[in-house]
């Protein structure tokens, strides 16, 4: 009788034993599962991965998207559209508007482990100031002076009201380390190991042109990134993206949806879309440097021909606006003068009358342009609209980084169909980006237009502090665009943003594809 009680207790023993294995084991699992959530990859799918990490000798644009991630700015735009402190803690501007003194975060390290400093500060805008794409943007500035290790002065040779919003893009403003670009010299931004960088990720692994794979950076002044792993990648094809996302390939697009995709994605379950007002103007540049469109009736003509409505209906499917000059009607919030049907009517008469009146009946040209989506159609109503005003016209589609390297940076084109992507919503950028003679060649003016009553006119708005009085400037630079017609504003797409629901993201925020505004939703 003992020894069954025995053998009874002792299985008794086992049992339970068993059972707190077996409870031990789902334990694990619930805690795996956790962890797996918070481990779990967030794979964005971009136009271009870039092919360099050297901010300010890199073509910017969708390539900026990378390079974001990695660095940070001293100021910041919220998901209000406020520019709020960053790397600097707070700044304060003079009465005069001609000194901004930047008070920097104590503490802050870069991926290698160093602090970033006064001097760190000093050496990015030296290197922006210098930079062939970024320059423009600091015309106004005089220099940047270290007053200590934790505060820089930016002196201004005239006043800028919409200088703080180039600041607080990454695209004209990242934050380097002085002692890892010189390290590094030529190879700076060439490798994994030689890119350092202030901001929320830490570059792990990257494939040129194709790939970049993120780490949380632990150390990161703002907190640690809720989304520990991401990935981009490239998908050139915005169709091929939209399935990845449709399928889960993909977590979300950082780039413009479609119009002819809208409700194809709204209606999808698994996916969030937000749209707002885009500062993207797709248009048509004319070389008014060299060949046939430095006759400015050539130019009226073009304008006259093209039927801007039509562009807007088939490259977007209407999902948009309407171009009456650059910086109407969308995303830009300071400084436009709001003016109503300033371009020239579709009058085809008219514009074979200016043809014939430059002798230009029966002229060869090439429309350069994007290879991709929707570049090729909007050339080829371009095409048919000169063809009908007695020109020869033919459509040359390229590569991206070709197209970059000839139009924008050689100017070797006579007229083109492209986009400009401002990466502020000020008129400032826009109008001085493209039209201003400091702004000739890569950095935006690539219609090589130089007026210098516009560069009179846009040094003014820079430092006038009335807003109504900024705006009657930007009135007048329109006016006088209308009459030498450097480009054709076409249509401004409504911005769109696609991400699963899989994740959560601040709607103000999505705009500016940081992947620090996303966590997941489990």
Excluded at 96 to 108: A, E, N, S
Excluded at 256 to 282: E, H, R, W
Excluded at 388 to 409: C, N, P, Y
Excluded at 463 to 479: F, M, N, S
């Amino acid at each position: 009788m003992k020894r069954k009680m025995v053998l009874l207790l002792a299985a008794l023993m086992i049992a339970l034993f068993a059972a707190g294995c077996g409870g031990n084991q789902d334990s694990g699992s619930t805690s795996e599962q956790t962890q797996s959530a918070a481990d779990k990859e967030m794979v964005v799918g971009i136009p271009k991965v870039t092919d360099s990490f050297d901010y300010y000798n890199t073509a910017n644009g969708f390539e900026s998207i990378s390079m974001l991630q990695v660095y940070d700015t001293l100021v910041i735009k919220d998901s209000d559209g406020k520019t709020v402190p960053s790397l600097a803690e707070k700044y304060e501007i003079s009465p005069d508007g001609k000194t901004i003194t930047f008070y920097l975060r104590k503490g802050v390290k870069f991926s290698d482990g160093t602090e970033f400093k006064a001097s760190d500060a000093k050496y990015s805008i030296d290197q922006a100031m210098a930079s062939s794409w970024t320059s423009w943007c600091y015309v106004s500035v005089q220099d940047c002076q270290i007053v200590d290790d934790y505060t820089i002065k930016i002196n201004m040779k005239t006043p800028n009201v919409g200088f703080l919003e180039y600041l607080a893009n990454c695209m004209y403003s990242a934050m380097l380390s002085e002692n890892a670009v010189k390290k590094y010299g030529a190879d700076y931004g060439k490798s994994v190991e030689a890119i350092v960088g202030t901001g929320p990720y830490i570059l792990k692994e990257w494939k040129p042109g194709q790939e970049c794979v993120y780490e949380a950076n632990p150390n990161y002044f703002k907190g640690a990134p809720a989304v520990k792993k991401a990935r981009l990648k490239t998908i050139t094809d915005v169709n091929a993206a939209i399935i990845a996302l449709q399928t889960g390939e993909i977590n979300a697009y950082f780039n413009d949806i479609p119009g002819i995709n809208y409700d194809a994605v709204a209606q999808t379950d698994k996916l969030n879309m937000v749209t707002y007002p885009s500062t993207i103007l797709f248009q048509c540049m004319m070389n008014t440097k060299t060949g046939l469109f430095t006759d400015v009736r050539l130019r009226q003509a073009v304008a006259y021909a093209v039927d801007r409505q039509q562009m807007l209906t088939v490259g977007v499917e209407g999902k948009g606006a309407v171009a009456d000059y650059p910086g109407n009607r969308q995303g830009y919030t300071e400084g436009d003068p709001v003016l109503k049907d300033t371009w020239y009517p579709v009058d085809l008469e008219k514009a074979k009358q200016l043809v014939k009146e430059a002798g230009m009946e029966g002229k060869p040209v090439t429309i350069k342009t994007y290879a991709t989506d929707p570049y090729p159609k909007l050339a080829t109503i371009l095409q048919d609209a000169l063809t009908k005003i007695g020109l020869k016209a033919e459509v040359l589609q390229m590569e991206r980084s070709a197209f970059i390297d000839d139009v924008t940076v050689k100017g070797n084109f006579e007229i083109a169909v492209c986009r400009w992507a401002a990466g502020t919503k000020d008129m400032d950028e826009i109008m001085f980006g493209s039209f201003a003679t400091a702004s000739i060649g890569p950095a935006g003016n690539w219609s090589l237009y130089s007026n210098p009553k516009v560069d009179e006119l846009l040094v003014q708005a820079q430092g006038e502090t009335d807003p109504e009085a900024r705006k009657q400037l930007y009135a007048e630079v329109i006016k006088i665009l209308d009459q030498d017609v450097p480009e054709i504003p076409l249509y401004y797409p409504n911005g769109s943003r696609a991400y699963s629901k899989e994740l959560v993201a601040d709607q103000g925020s999505v705009e500016y594809d940081r992947l620090f505004d996303y966590s997941w939703s489990n």
